[in-house]
């Protein structure tokens, strides 16, 4: 399976898309959005955005069928693209999701009674008011840009966006049974993302925590200064070693006669995680922390929890717990999907 950040993925241009005839039997569908509990089942569309587009039909939480992707899985992505997204204009991500979600809601005879979509990034209100991965996303208002472009193809549905750190706490939450408690995940990936659930309103751009004093410390892609992304993140570890990979940088931290440089960093890694997570700590409370994202297979658990030991020493607060879950692109699908059920209800 490829990963996004992964530079021996094979080259190959993504150009080849196909276009879809299928849209005009689609814009006969007609969909109402029903309120939650008036039928027994929920049926939504959760869309996510990784190194593809990727959607599923959720019912009462689970996949229903496979996910389907744009491109399509058959379609080699470009070697050096983190995903196939990056340059793509707004418009084009717009309608690529829009075609995704109309080719999902085709196989459905039922009402769908909403479309949940994780982005990376900062949003509020529908907007992208921030997306250092994504820039070009910065300030669109891709809720109503999504609405409008599904309406156009005749699918009348509430559509909500989602922070996707926000949709992995919410898919965890899900999967594990625990849709009441209070969970905070760590994304580890291309960036940092930091998800809490249940969902509320407001900012945690917990990736862009402040976890260093050091002036030199720049490598974050919004461009704020001693940041846990501009250490942690994929593309701020490319920038930081432009003569080896993350894997590489890790593998001779690793070794029996490590590298001096490389061990530091890996120190300066987990040292990074553990401030984070002691922040959050100081702030909301002891609780469970899960973490996944592509890059936890660089995680020393012990050597996290060494650090997080040393930070935390308030006992009342010492009760946290740190898991490692396996990345799943189902789990941010489903919690995409769980966040605009429950948006439909707000
Ligand atoms: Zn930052």
């Known amino acids: 399976m490829s990963r996004p950040g992964r530079r021996d993925r094979k080259v190959h241009q993504p150009g080849g898309r196909e276009e879809s005839k299928q849209m005009s039997e689609t814009a006969l569908m007609e969909t109402t959005p029903m309120a939650p509990g008036t039928s027994g089942e929920m049926t939504t569309i959760g869309v996510i955005l990784a190194e593809r587009l990727y959607a599923g039909l959720i019912v009462d939480h689970e996949v229903s069928g496979k996910l389907l992707s744009s491109p399509a899985e058959g379609v080699r992505l470009d070697a050096d693209d983190e995903n196939s997204m ?48 994504l820039p070009q996303l910065k300030g669109a208002r891709v809720e109503a840009l999504l609405s409008k472009g599904l309406e156009a193809q005749g699918l009348h549905v509430p559509v909500n966006l989602v922070n996707d750190a926000d949709a992995v706490a919410a898919g965890l939450a899900c999967q594990h049974g625990k849709l009441d408690h209070h969970i905070r995940v760590w994304t580890i990936g291309t960036g940092i993302g930091y998800g809490t659930y249940p969902f509320a309103e407001g900012v945690w751009e917990g990736g862009h925590g402040v976890v260093t004093l050091d002036d030199k410390e720049n490598y974050c892609g919004c461009g704020g200064r001693g940041h846990l992304e501009g250490i942690m993140g994929h593309r701020a570890m490319r920038l930081r070693f432009l003569d080896m990979e993350p894997e590489e940088v890790f593998a001779a931290a690793n070794r029996k006669d ?89």
């Open 86 to 133: 990056i340059e793509m204009p707004t418009d084009e991500v717009i309608a690529s999701i829009c075609k995704l979600v109309v080719e999902v809601a085709k196989g459905h005879n039922g009402p769908i009674q909403a479309v949940g979509v994780a982005l990376p990034g900062l949003i509020r209100g529908g907007v992208v008011e921030e997306a250092p991965n």
């Open 258 to 346: 490590p590298d001096p440089r490389c061990l530091d960093f890996k120190k300066l890694w987990h040292k990074a995680l553990a401030a984070a997570t002691a922040s959050s700590i100081h702030f909301s409370g002891a609780g469970r922390f899960f973490l996944t994202g592509y890059n936890v297979r660089f995680l020393d658990m012990n050597m996290l929890k060494d650090y997080l030991h040393q930070m935390v020493k308030m006992s009342p607060l010492q009760g946290y717990a740190l898991e490692v879950v396996e990345d799943d692109r189902v789990t941010r699908v489903i919690g995409a999907a769980v966040a605009a059920e429950q948006s439909v209800g707000r």
